[in-house]
Each structure stands twice: as structure tokens, then as C-alpha cells.
């Protein structure tokens, strides 16, 4: 018996990949449901082999649905999340409305799958910031080993990151400049192509970005609210693919060879890291893997016990859909939750 599955946001660049993702891995669905906006009623989405036709949201009844992925912005979530946990089913939210809720579990399998558990309060459960979830696959596995104090991250995060419109506007303006046409930012404060903004979100009163404080804030409440982090966060002119430069300071010594043998063996992570030309990831060559991949390796001689290394990972895929996929394994792998129309 599988499980009765609604999609919320099935038309962004999120619940698109949340659609391949559930295909690919033979997720245990007996019903897709692909809801958007009222815009895209009526819309076709690709889901596996078959095509579903797309159902506003308002109109789509909850009451049979096991497990719902929400991936339609906060103002969506804030409204829809608790209205559909209260028809029974079991949330997955990809936006941050939920995340810093003490009562909602902020998940990244790899790193605090036990967490979980956690989701009958609210029925609940949230997705991470894509920046953050790549980054605490690669940090787990070292925090375990050596305890890390603190973090120094700065980020390369692609447009992909910012919904479909953001994709658009790079490639729109990219051609733009080859035909000298005026450029007009939109989505994003300045000029992306050929370009890059050291902002990402709204600024805050401490001078960081919102999504700088989503790191910090996200990586205590997943990996250990002990581990201190600050970030600077850049949107590049890449189209899917998030990058991370990522210093390092442990409680206890680490060299850069057991580090590179522990993330070998790490869930999630894939280490490629030969100090010659291209032995290293760059975001192009993540892109529809499922992988975190960790390259550039090595120990920072500038404090004690220091690392820096190059972090990179599909953003929809890891930072997104794929993660939101894996809570709903978790669950029903953990028998956490059953089918209601089996029951
Ligand atoms: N992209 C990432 O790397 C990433 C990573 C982590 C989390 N997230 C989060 O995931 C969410 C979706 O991101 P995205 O990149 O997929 O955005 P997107 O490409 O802009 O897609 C937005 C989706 O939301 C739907 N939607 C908008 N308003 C709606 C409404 N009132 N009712 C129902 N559906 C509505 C849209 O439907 P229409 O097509 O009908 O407008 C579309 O399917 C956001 O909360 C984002 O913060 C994104």
C-alpha cells in the first residue's frame, strides 16, 4: 500500500524536483498531487513517465493526504501548513516560516534524523535554508570527530535559489548584454549578469543579510547550538549549483588526511580533491546529483587546529527537494507514520 502525496508549489523550480526525485527513487506514492496557484490550474507537470495535470490549491481536498510537501514561499506556508496538518496529513515545509518554531523539527537526515520524531506537535516538519543543508552534511561528520567552535563561511549561491522568475531574469539579461539591451534588475537589487551581489534576503539590524542569519540560526538548531558561525552570503551568475568557502576551528586536532578519510565515509558526502587542475567540483558538475561534494581540503596553519575547505552541491536538489524526499523516507522507514487509506 503506498502513500497519498500532495505537492504544493508543483510548478516552481522546487516541487519540479521534488516531482523527478519521487520518480527516481520509486518513492512509495500511490497518488501524486501536483497543486499551484490558481495561475497554473490546469498546468502539466512531469512525474516520471506520466503527466499530471496541475490543481489550484484552494480547491484540492486534504483529508486522504498522508504526507504533503510544501514548497509555495511563507506567505503560502504560514496560511496552508497548519490548515492541512489539521486535516491529518504530515508536512514537509520548504520555506523558513516554520523552521525557527521550537515545536517543528528542522531536519537534515545525515545529521539529526532522530529529531524527527519531534513532528506530531504540529504536524510539522521543516526543511532547511539550501545553504545551510549542504553545510551541515559536510560539517557532522567532522564535529563528531574533533568538536568545531567556529565556522567562517562565504557563499556562491546560484539564482536557481531565488525560484524560477530569478533564472529567467539571468538568462534574460545575459542576452541582454550580447545584444546591448538596457538591463533593468527585477528580482534581484543589482545587475546579476556577469556580475555577483553580496546580498541575499533583507538586511538586518546587525548589518548581515537574513539568509546570513538563517545560517547561523539553522546550523545551532540541526549540528549544535554550541557551534559558533558567520556567514557571507553572495547570488553569482550560476544558474543551479551552490558553492561554499568554509573555514574551519576545531576543539581538538585534525590534519586535512583524516578529514578528507572521514568525509569519504560520510553520508551524503563525496570528496574529490586532487591539488591539480579541475581535481575539484565546481557547481556545473553538481547539478542533478544528489551528492554533497567536498574538494580543496586543507589545513589553515593561521589558528589551532583549523581546516578550510570547497563545498558544493545542487541547491535544488540537497538544499531542496531531495532533503524534503529523504524526511518523508525517514518516516516511513522509522514507522512513523502509515497509510490512513489503509487504516
Ligand atoms: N530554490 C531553492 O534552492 C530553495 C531551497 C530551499 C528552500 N526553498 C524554498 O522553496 C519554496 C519554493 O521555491 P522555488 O525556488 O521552487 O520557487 P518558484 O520556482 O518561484 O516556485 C514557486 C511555486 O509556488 C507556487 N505558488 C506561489 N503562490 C502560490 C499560492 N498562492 N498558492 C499555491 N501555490 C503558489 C507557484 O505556483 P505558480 O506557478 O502557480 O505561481 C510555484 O509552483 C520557497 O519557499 C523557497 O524559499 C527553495
Not at 124 to 131: D, H, V, W
Amino acid at each position: 500500500m503506498g502513500y497519498s502525496v500532495a505537492i504544493v508549489g508543483a510548478t516552481g523550480n522546487v516541487g519540479r524536483e521534488m516531482l523527478n526525485i519521487l520518480a527516481e527513487r520509486s518513492f512509495p506514492g500511490v497518488d501524486v498531487a501536483a497543486l499551484a496557484s490558481r495561475r497554473s490550474q490546469g498546468a502539466e507537470v512531469s512525474y516520471g513517465d506520466r503527466i499530471l495535470k496541475v490543481k489550484a490549491l484552494e480547491h484540492h481536498d486534504f483529508s486522504g493526504v498522508d504526507i504533503c510537501l510544501m514548497s509555495a514561499g511563507s506567505a503560502v506556508s504560514k496560511e496552508w501548513s497548519p490548515r492541512i496538518a489539521a486535516a491529518g496529513a504530515v508536512v514537509i515545509d520548504n520555506s523558513s516560516c516554520w523552521r525557527y518554531d521550537a515545536d517543528v523539527p528542522l531536519i537534515v537526515p545525515e545529521v539529526n534524523a532522530d529529531a524527527v520524531a519531534g513532528f506530531r506537535k504540529r504536524g510539522i516538519i521543516a526543511n532547511p535554508n539550501c545553504s545551510t543543508a549542504q553545510l551541515v552534511v559536510a560539517l557532522k561528520p567532522l564535529h563528531d570527530r574533533a568538536r568545531i567552535k567556529r565556522v567562517v563561511v562565504a557563499t556562491y549561491q546560484s539564482v536557481s535559489g531565488a525560484g524560477k522568475e530569478a533564472m529567467d531574469e539571468l538568462f534574460a539579461q545575459t542576452k541582454a548584454v550580447f545584444q546591448i539591451d538596457e538591463i533593468v534588475p527585477k528580482k534581484f537589487p543589482k545587475r546579476i549578469a556577469f556580475n555577483l551581489i553580496p546580498q541575499i534576503d533583507v538586511f538586518m539590524e546587525d548589518g548581515y543579510t537574513k539568509e546570513e542569519w538563517k545560517m547561523v540560526v539553522e546550523t545551532k538548531k540541526i549540528l549544535d547550538p554550541k557551534i559558533k558561525l558567520t556567514a557571507t552570503c553572495v547570488r553569482v551568475p550560476v544558474f543551479i549549483g551552490h558553492s561554499e568557502a568554509v573555514n574551519i576551528e576545531f576543539e581538538q586536532p585534525i590534519g586535512a588526511d583524516e578529514a578528507r578519510d572521514i568525509l569519504h565515509n560520510a553520508p551524503g558526502c563525496v570528496v574529490i580533491d586532487r591539488p591539480e587542475p579541475g581535481g575539484y567540483v565546481t557547481p556545473y558538475e553538481s547539478v542533478g546529483e544528489d551528492a554533497t561534494y567536498i574538494s580543496r581540503i586543507r589545513e589553515d596553519a593561521t589558528v589551532e587546529n583549523g581546516l578550510a575547505m570547497w563545498v558544493v552541491s545542487d541547491n535544488l536538489r540537497k538544499g531542496a527537494a531531495l532533503n524534503t524526499v529523504q524526511i518523508a523516507e525517514t518516516l516511513i522507514n522509522r514507522g512513523l507514520i502509515k497509510p490512513r487509506k489503509a487504516a
